[in-house]
């Protein structure tokens, strides 16, 4: 009985030992919404960052479109889509 109780107890020891130890990983929060996306990137010993796109914005369109083979995310896409909307009103025949 007492050596199962010491067993117990070394056990308990090594995982709660385990959980308190500190992570040096990053870590990478998205926050995608139905109009925009934002995304910050937090580090250990530093503080949280949001991230920016490629024009110094921190807030992403949610669009995604797929021009051949090219993928293309935020105002590329909805700058893709948009013309192909506005020439297509054109294209509609009313009798």
Not at 25 to 38: H, N, P, Q, R, T
Request: charged share 20%; proline share 3%; net charge positive.
């Amino acid at each position: 009985m007492h050596d199962f109780s010491l067993r117990r107890a070394i056990c308990l020891f090594v995982l709660f030992t385990g959980l308190l130890e500190t992570s040096l990983a990053a870590v990478l929060a998205i926050d995608y919404g139905s109009d925009w996306i934002k995304a910050s990137l937090m580090k250990p010993g530093l503080p949280f960052d949001v991230l920016l796109n490629k024009d110094s914005k921190r807030k992403i369109q949610s669009s995604v479109a797929w021009k051949r083979d090219d993928r293309l995310f935020g105002t590329d896409a909805a700058n893709l889509y948009l013309p192909g909307l506005a020439f297509s009103v054109g294209l509609i025949h009313i009798s």
